[in-house]
């Protein structure tokens, strides 16, 4: 289950997805309308502009980039390419990577993280972790960076020292980083500067997130090596990008100052909603991210009596290694997130 169901029920306001609140509709229905002529044409094959626009912003030569139909095509794409007998994850963390494990068949090893410990990865679940990859070896690792659904980054010391027993153990890591600019903090916590340290690295990002655009599925990936940069291309459909995504996506690309700017409002609004839900009694838990994971010992299904107000978040309870209780809502902008604070404290007095 993934967020964003907002065919089977009224939605006005929809927090279940993560996507940037702050880019304006009418910039992208220009650059619609700017590249609406390329629907006529086959798109390029190899995707040369939108790979050449990456390139540039990531400083990542365009022969190592892989582009998809979203992230979550890379993501089948490299379980294939990889074909895993076994696979290890963190939980609780994105769902669509036991979507493609489970696609091939794999053996998924999970290592649980504590809600005590506000769900980081502790030196102790690190140990841990690294005992796992040593004993049972699996083929493929994914982290998330910043974790979904809880929205905390992992520092580039941690993600180090699992590289250093991964690459001994032959383990492949698919590092996601498709949160990462929504953070403002890439330059401390990305390791796109350091992939060419590592011959097991690819790291996973998209355009969905930081410029609201899930419509259009525009996926990107960057690859230690060229063997592997091959080796999953291969699994991917000829022609997956269609013109008009290939177009505005190297449009949006260029567009830094544009980014930097969202992320200022979007801290002042997470830190509105956290404060906001503490307030109201609701534990919250630490998050660097467009996003935050609360949990409420009440039994009431949130999710179900926002639903009333035409306010949608995501319930967490599929999510591995989270009960019920637990949540998950974007940060929107401040007459939404005012709302939803309005509405939640409302059915938190009913009886």
């Known amino acids: 289950m993934h967020g964003g169901d907002i065919y ?22 220009k650059l619609y309308l700017k590249f609406f002529n390329t629907i006529n044409v086959y798109p390029d094959i190899n995707s040369s502009e939108l790979k050449e626009s990456i390139s540039a912003r990531y400083k990542i030569e365009s022969s190592r980039i892989i582009t998809g139909n979203g ?16 696979a290890l994850l963190l939980c609780p963390s ?24 506000d769900f980081e990865l502790t030196e102790d679940k690190l140990n841990s972790l690294k ?3 040593e004993k049972e070896k699996p083929e493929l690792l994914f982290l998330c960076n910043p974790n979904n659904p809880n929205g905390k980054l992992l520092s580039r010391q ?21 949160f990462m600019d929504l953070t403002g903090k890439a330059k401390d916590f990305s390791l796109v500067s350091e992939i060419d340290d590592y011959s097991n690295l690819v790291i996973l990002n998209a355009m969905t997130k930081t410029f609201a655009i899930p419509g259009l599925r525009l996926g990107f990936c960057f690859c230690s090596s060229i063997e592997l940069t091959e080796k999953i ?8 990008i269609s013109s008009l995504a290939q177009k505005i996506g190297a449009s949006l690309l260029v567009n830094e100052r544009f980014i930097s700017k969202n992320i ?3 801290n002042t609004e997470r830190t509105y909603l956290l404060n906001e839900l503490s307030a109201s009694g609701i534990k919250t838990f630490s998050t660097n991210s467009n996003f935050i994971l609360f949990h409420t010992e009440s039994k009431t299904n949130l999710k179900e009596k926002l639903l009333k107000y035409k306010i949608l978040i995501r319930n967490c309870s599929d999510y591995k290694n989270l009960p019920a209780g637990f949540y998950r809502i974007a940060v929107r902008t401040h007459k939404e997130n005012k709302l939803l604070i309005q509405s939640l404290k409302k059915i938190l007095k009913e009886k």
Request: hydrophobic letters at 40%; glycine letters at 4%; a positive charge.
């Open 8 to 29: 089977s029920v009224k939605v006005k306001y929809d927090f279940s997805v993560n996507t940037n609140p702050f880019v304006s509709k009418w910039s992208l229905w």
């Open 71 to 86: 992230a979550s095509e890379i993501l089948m794409a490299m379980v294939k390419a990889i074909n895993p007998k076994k």
């Open 94 to 117: 994105f769902s669509g990577y036991e979507y493609a494990l489970n696609s091939a068949g794999s053996k998924i090893i999970y290592l649980p993280l504590d809600a005590k410990e």
């Open 131 to 133: 005992e796992l990859i």
């Open 158 to 178: 941690v993600i180090r020292k699992i590289l250093g027993c991964t690459q001994k153990n032959r383990t492949t890591v698919l590092l996601d980083e498709c």
């Open 233 to 240: 291309q291969s699994q991917l459909p000829e022609w997956n």
């Open 264 to 266: 200022k409002k979007i």
